[in-house]
C-alpha cells in the first residue's frame, strides 16, 4: 500500500478530526470529518485563515502553543472553542504531534481535534445538581458516574452502561469499581489519592474491564461532591481507545514518512490554509 493511500485511510475514517498545518500555521490538508462536524466543506476552509474560526478570547492561547510547538518540537493538549458553519461555538479538544524534515527540524503540525461540547456541557449541567439539568446528564454521551472512595458505585448514566458492556443500571451498580472494572487495583487508588489530596482530578487514563472482560482506555476527570451521606466523587469518563490506536497508526504513518511531504499533495483534498 502507498504511504500517502495509508495517511489517507487512516484519517478519513477517523471519527476524530484531523489537520495538518506548517509551522506558521498555514492550512496543508483537513480531514473530511471536518464538513461532517464543523459543517466546512474543503473549499471553504481552504479560503479562510487557520485561526478565522478561533474564538477571539482563545486565539492567543491557540497561537502560544503552536509557538511552543514549534520551538520546543512538542505539542501539549489544550481546548478551545471553534465557530460552526452554522455560528454556534464548539468546544475542541486538541492534541498535536509535530512532523520534523531530514534535517530534523519542525515542519508540519498533526493536529488531532475532538468535539467536546456536549461533554463540557454535561459537566455543567452535573454540578449544578438541579432536576432540569439531570436530563442533560442522561443524555450525555460520555460515561458519568458517582462513587465513594470504597469503589461502590452511587449513580451511573446509560453512556457508561453502553461503554462497560452492562445491560441494566442496577447490574451496573452492583460491580465495585476497584475489583470489578479497574483492569489494575492500584490505579483506583491513585484515583483516590488525588482526590484525597486536590479533591479534584483531571484527564487520568486508566484501563478498565468491560462486563465481556475486553478492556477499553478510559481518560477520566472528577471531583468533590458533598452531600448527607458524606463525601463523594462524581466523574467523568471518555472512551478514548479509539484515539489511542488511531494515534499509534498515524505514529507509523509518520515513520514510513508518508505525511512529511504534504505540501506536494497526497492524493486527497487539501489545503492552504486548519
Not at 472528577?222 to 494515534?247: I, Q
Request: net charge negative; with cysteine; aromatic share 6%.
Amino acid at each position: 500500500m502507498q504511504r500517502e493511500e495509508l495517511f489517507r485511510l487512516i484519517s478519513e475514517n477517523a471519527a476524530d478530526l484531523i489537520a495538518v498545518v506548517d509551522m506558521q500555521g498555514n492550512r496543508i490538508y483537513n480531514s473530511l470529518s471536518y464538513e461532517r462536524v464543523l459543517g466546512y466543506s474543503a473549499e471553504e476552509l481552504r479560503s479562510s485563515s487557520s485561526f478565522e474560526q478561533i474564538h477571539p478570547e482563545d486565539r492567543e492561547c491557540v497561537k502560544e502553543a503552536a509557538e511552543e510547538a514549534r520551538r520546543t518540537g512538542v505539542g501539549r493538549p489544550m481546548e478551545y472553542r471553534f465557530r460552526h458553519k452554522d455560528g454556534t461555538w464548539r468546544v475542541l479538544e486538541s492534541t498535536a504531534s509535530v512532523i520534523r524534515n531530514s534535517k530534523g527540524e519542525p515542519e508540519n503540525l498533526v493536529i488531532m481535534n475532538r468535539d467536546v461540547t456536549e461533554r463540557t456541557r454535561a459537566a455543567v449541567a452535573l454540578q449544578r445538581s438541579e432536576t432540569g439539568f439531570r436530563s442533560v446528564v442522561e443524555d450525555a454521551p460520555y460515561g458519568i458516574f458517582k462513587a465513594n472512595l470504597m469503589g461502590k458505585l452511587l449513580m451511573v448514566n446509560p453512556a457508561l452502561e453502553k461503554m462497560l458492556g452492562y445491560e441494566s443500571r442496577d447490574e451496573l451498580l452492583a460491580v465495585n469499581l476497584a475489583s470489578g472494572i479497574y483492569r489494575h487495583p492500584t490505579e483506583q487508588q491513585k484515583i483516590n489519592d488525588l482526590f484525597l489530596r486536590d479533591r479534584h482530578f483531571k484527564d487520568i487514563e486508566v484501563e478498565w474491564k468491560r462486563k465481556d472482560g475486553t478492556f477499553v482506555t478510559v481518560r477520566c476527570s472528577g471531583w468533590t461532591v458533598k452531600d448527607e451521606s458524606g463525601t463523594d466523587m462524581e466523574v467523568f469518563a471518555e472512551d478514548v481507545t479509539e484515539r489511542r490506536v488511531l494515534e499509534r497508526q498515524l505514529r507509523m504513518a509518520q515513520k514510513m514518512e508518508a505525511i512529511g511531504r504534504l505540501s506536494g499533495g497526497i492524493g486527497v483534498q487539501s489545503t492552504t490554509s486548519s
